[in-house]
């Protein structure tokens, strides 16, 4: 299976804030990486596929990149309704696969 | 809009069969352009995709290897749903369970069932 390894784990931010979320894949997953967004008691909600790709309805301060094995989650000025946990996942092999989660706090 | 209604107990016994049903609103199981996903999420294990099945002029099943000699998903077309059966739990199976679309990202899921192993 291909790992997803998220860095950091967790991260305190302040409204308004520009940040960024890095996700590493154990091999190569081309473009093939989605973003999503939890809030606790509910089912993660996708934010953007094919590593760029805003889902509809996704806010655009919300943006990715990358390729290959290293991708970004950006999120250019933090809202409050931002503070949730954020997975990255692959979805290049037979076994899409998670990363672990960020979790994003009010500092 | 596309909508997943799931069912099924939040109790099953160790050695017992977890069996959870998702209901389809507003796509159908039979799409050829979707898969239908189950997905299960615990502290231990975090985010962990199950398995899949889709049509494609046929019925195909994906799973993944650390519970392939234990799961069971299948489509029931007469209700434009699908199912989730995951035989011999231990509490280890203890999670929430998600059923999702695909076929990659996953754009529209369940609410989510917890499911407790435990005599």
């Known amino acids: 299976d291909i790992q997803m390894t998220q860095s950091p784990s967790t991260l305190s931010a302040s409204v308004g804030d520009r940040v960024t979320i890095t996700c590493r894949a154990s091999?190569?997953?081309?473009?093939?990486l989605a973003w999503y967004q939890q809030k606790p008691g509910k089912a993660p909600n996708l934010l953007i596929y094919?590593?760029?790709t805003l889902e509809s309805g996704v806010p655009s301060r919300f943006s990715g990149s990358g390729s290959g094995t290293e991708f970004t989650l950006t999120i250019s000025s933090l809202q409050p309704d931002d503070f949730a946990t954020y997975y990255c996942q692959q979805y290049n092999g037979y076994s899409p696969t998670f990363g672990q989660g960020t979790k994003l706090e009010i500092k | 809009q596309v909508q997943l209604q799931q069912s099924g107990p939040g109790l099953v016994k160790p050695s017992q069969t977890l069996s959870l049903t998702c209901a389809i609103s507003g796509d159908s199981v039979s799409s050829n352009s979707a898969a239908w996903n189950w997905i299960r999420q615990s502290p231990s294990r975090g985010l962990e995709w199950l398995g899949r099945?889709?049509?494609?002029?046929?019925?195909?099943?994906d799973y993944v290897v650390s519970v392939k000699s234990r799961i069971t998903i299948n489509p029931d077309t007469s209700k434009n749903q699908f199912s989730l059966q995951l035989n011999s739990v231990t509490p280890e199976d203890t999670a929430v369970y998600y059923c999702?679309?695909?076929?990659?990202?996953?754009?529209?899921w369940g609410q989510g069932t917890m499911v407790t192993v435990s005599s």
């Open positions: 094919e590593a760029s």
């Open positions: 091999q190569s997953v081309s473009g093939w």
């Open positions: 999702a679309r695909g076929p990659h990202a996953f754009d529209i």
């Open positions: 099945t889709y049509y494609r002029s046929r019925w195909y099943n």
